[in-house]
Structures are given as C-alpha cells and as structure tokens.
C-alpha cells in the first residue's frame, strides 16, 4: 500500500522511504542518535519566531486552518492539526507519516496556517518543523470532530476520554524531578511518526524519539478514544555514555532519579487545605489525590496538597501494581467554576506492563500561590540505574478517566478535612470520609475498626469512627498532638477493617507543621 498525504500540498512532501515503522525502527535511529553529544533543535528555530520577536499577542494571531488537517480529505476516523513553532515553543518538532509499508516526512507549510496581519512568512524556512500536534476524533458526537489529545511543549501531552477537559498531563520522562541541589532535565519529543489510520480504525498508533542531554529514547503510543481513553505506551531508553555528554559549566552531577511515566498536575486548594486564599471558589484543583496499588493488594490514598515549602515525598515498593493523579470531586458545586471546568477533568492512571521491580514511586508537590503553575509531580523511580548504553525497555498503560466506566478503587476516601482541635488548639484535627459498597453494608451496631498510626515525631490522642447518615459514609475522626519541638513533617496512615479484612483503601497523609 503506497503512503498518501490527504490534502497536503506537493511542498509538504518529500524522501518516500520504503520501510515498516515500528519500535525497533526508531529505538536504531535513537541509538545511533545517543552516541552523539546532545543538539538542541532550539538552535535550529528561526531569529523571527523566538519569544522576544514573536509576543504572545503576535502568537495568537497564527491559526491552523482546519480544511488542511492531515487526513482530512480521506474520510479517516482520525485528524491531526500542527501547532506553528515560536513564542514559547522555540524547541521545533519534525512529524513525519507512515502506513504499512512506506514513511515520509511532513515538511513545514506555511499555507496550513493563517497569520492574519503577520508579515513573518517569508522569514521562516520549510524545515524549520512544528511546535508539536494536535488528534481530532468524533469522541463525543459523530458528526463533530472533538480534540482527543495533544503533544506540545518537551515531552508534556494529554489526552481526552469523552466529556471530560483538559487538566493534567503525561510526560514522556522526567529526570532529577524534585531535586534542590541540582537543576531538573527536561527530555523532549524531537521527532513523531503518525500513522495513518484505516476507515475502520478504532486505534490510532504514533512513534516518537525523546532527545536530551543524558538520554534518547524511542517511545510507541497505541491510543484507542472513548469513555475512557487509553494509551498504551512502549519506550526504549539509550542512555548517552560519561564521554558522549556535552561537558556542563558547571559540571553536571550523576543522576538521582529517573522518573518513569510522570504525571503532572495542579493543586492549589481543596477540602484539606490549611492555607486559605482570597478566592471566591470553594476548590481549585485539577487531581486531588495519589493512588497507588503495592504488589500485596494494598492500596493507598494520599490527599493532595500545597503547603508552603516544596515537598517531595517517595513511597518505596517492590513491583507496583498501579498509580495515578485522581480527580475524585466531581460535583460541580464543588469548584462554583463555570470557566474551568475543574469537576470534568481526567483523572489518569498508570499500569505498568509486567514486573518493574524494586524502587520508589516519588510525589513531588511545589508551592503555589495562583492556579496557573502545574506544582504537583508524580513518577516511578527504578532502583536499578540504567546503564549507558544498554537499552532500557519498559512500558505501561495510560487510562485517562473519570470512572464512569472504570472503577480504580471501590471503597475509598472521599474527603479529607484538617483543622485545630476546638479542644487544644496545638492539636491537629483530621476528619476523613470513607464510603463503598463493603462499607456500605456496615450497620452502626456492627462499625468498622480504625487502624491509624504516625510517624514518631507525632502521637495521634483520638481515633474514633461514626456513621455519617447524612452523606452515607464512614468518618473518622483522628487527633494528632505534634511533639513540641517537632518542625519536620509528619506522616500519618489510617484503614477501616472488619475483623481480619481491609474495608477501605489506606489514606496515609503527609503533614507539615505551619
């Protein structure tokens, strides 16, 4: 089957190879690429388009004209619109195409676009690339083309299940995330192969090249829309020998973390928050809450937050079964929102193909004063370090969620609130709702057992659990008395059982002293 580019124009085509793309064609063309010293496609973007020529009002005026989107002329299942380089995307991205058999590259063409009142085209070369790509699929109506995902910006993309928002992101990788000696590195998408679907495709497959100063990698995306959307992703990692590096002024420092599967998402208050904003909106956030599902069964629960200092909290595990960023408030009256539609925003869950083995899954929380800065971080973190040069293979699963179809973790918290002690006022006061269908079927006489603990630095006074008729939950009611010279956080872990069994997931907690 010989490739064809929909209404591209004869400009944007350009070197038909023969070749059956797949993972192991782009991990070669990654590996070769590791044994060379990192080159910033950032070097290669022209003068006119950098963010001190091209403002944000001049990057507005661009617009992709819909009409040329990849596939549009070809009745397919599936489109893609291109961002246009410049402002802050100053890193261009080279897509190419491909079907079974053939792969050819999409050059720039500045007739997908309309620059208004723009005078820049004809400073602006055909290689220069892309910012990055939008997918368009009738997700949610069959006669409208709803936008499914994008890839823009490093390695950062997200993707839609139906009748939700966009909120949180995926990344492709994330290296030294957290860390306050050293500056993080952020990998970025140099290269994409998109290819083109059938008219009966419920599936749409991409494979792409992650370059940065200590790594390339190969990465395979099988993206199937719908009520929920999912991403399979398979990735090959290559990472760059002590002698392939560009030498750093300063000297870089070895690597601490590698993060695997990062999510990053925004938490600016809630129901837990103790710092309290000038906003008229009784929550903002886009995830509330870490889900994380141990190889024994376990799973935990840990309530978002943005303190005052940066926080960066790991939970060791061996073979982790699953976690996510979870947006588990769904009512609207929640956010009083009408702008940001916070309540429709995806959680998204990772599952991990096989056996990851030993390590830490990190939660990295910023401090934030405004609902604009993605402050929260979530990734794996292997024990065993990649080696240079030897490929690194993994893959996992990406549900992009709101549970409607998909229940990640049936007898959970459903709220955290945090105050003083009306009693003591140096005591901290927690009262956390749980409900599900096992605690559903507890009667008042026959109440499930609280099983709490602190950290050392901490003694928790009261545990006490009623049920909440009013809302049909479980609260618990937890006070913890800080030792007085305490100024580190304290962690704090709570599970309902009935007998021998766990009734709910454990919320566990990680408080700072003010």
Excluded at 299 to 321: D, E, G, K, S, Y
Excluded at 504 to 510: A, F, I, L, Q
């Amino acid at each position: 089957m010989l490739l064809v580019l929909g209404l591209l124009p004869r400009a944007a085509m350009a070197r038909l190879e023969s070749a059956e793309v797949n993972l192991d064609y782009v991990a070669k063309k990654a590996e070769d690429r590791a044994r060379k010293p990192f080159h910033s496609p950032r070097a290669d973007l022209p003068d006119i388009l950098r963010a001190d020529k091209l403002t944000y009002d001049k990057y507005r005026e661009i617009e992709f004209r819909h009409d040329r989107a990849l596939w549009a002329a070809d009745n397919l299942p599936y489109r893609v619109e291109f961002f246009h380089p410049g402002y802050l995307y100053e890193e261009p991205v080279h897509a190419n195409e491909f079907t079974l058999t053939h792969t050819q590259p999409i050059r720039f063409v500045q007739d997908f676009f309309n620059y208004r009142k723009l005078d820049i085209q004809k400073h602006i070369p055909a290689n220069t690339g892309y910012a990055g790509f939008r997918l368009l699929h009738p997700l949610n109506q069959p006669d409208k083309w709803d936008e499914v995902g994008s890839f823009l910006g490093a390695s950062y993309f997200r993707l839609l299940g139906k009748n939700q928002g966009y909120g949180q992101s995926a990344r492709g990788l994330a290296l030294d995330c957290g860390e306050t000696d050293r500056p993080e590195e952020f990998p970025i998408f140099t290269d994409w192969w998109l290819g083109k679907p059938h008219k009966d495709d419920d599936q749409l497959r991409l494979f792409a090249i992650l370059d940065s100063v200590s790594c390339v990698g190969a990465y395979g995306f099988l993206i199937r829309p719908g009520e929920t959307t999912v991403a399979d992703v398979e990735a090959i990692l290559f990472f760059r020998a002590a002698d392939d590096v560009r030498p750093l002024n300063p000297p870089r420092k070895p690597r601490v973390t590698v993060g695997l599967a990062p999510l990053t998402s925004m938490f600016w208050f809630g129901k837990n928050s103790e710092r309290k904003f000038d906003d008229y909106r009784p929550e903002v956030h886009d995830t509330d809450g870490l889900l994380l599902r141990m190889e024994t069964g376990e799973t935990l629960w840990r309530p978002l937050n943005n303190a005052a200092v940066m926080r960066h909290q790991r939970f060791t595990a061996n073979n982790i079964r699953g976690f996510g960023l979870l947006q588990r408030e769904r009512n609207f009256a929640a956010y009083q929102d009408i702008f940001n539609h916070y309540h429709q925003t995806p959680s998204v869950w990772v599952e991990p193909h096989g056996h990851w083995g030993e390590g830490g899954l990190h939660l990295v929380e910023l401090s934030t004063q405004y609902e604009g800065l993605d402050n929260v971080v979530a990734f794996w973190d292997p024990k065993e370090t990649p080696k240079p040069m030897k490929p690194y293979r993994f893959g996992y699963t990406l549900y992009w969620t709101r549970e409607t179809d998909l229940k990640l973790s049936e007898n959970k918290v459903v709220a955290t609130r945090i105050g003083a002690d009306s009693r003591e006022g140096n005591r901290r006061e927690f009262v956390i709702d749980f409900a599900g269908p096992k605690l559903e079927a507890l009667s008042p006489e026959n109440p499930p057992r609280v099983v709490a603990n602190c950290s050392d630095n901490g003694t928790l006074t009261e545990s006490q659990v009623f049920r909440n008729e009013f809302a049909n939950t479980w609260r618990v009611i937890l006070k913890l008395q800080p030792k007085s010279d305490n100024h580190d956080p304290i962690d704090l872990r709570c599970t309902l059982t009935q007998g021998e069994e766990a009734v709910s997931e454990t919320w566990t907690y990680h408080w700072s002293p003010p």
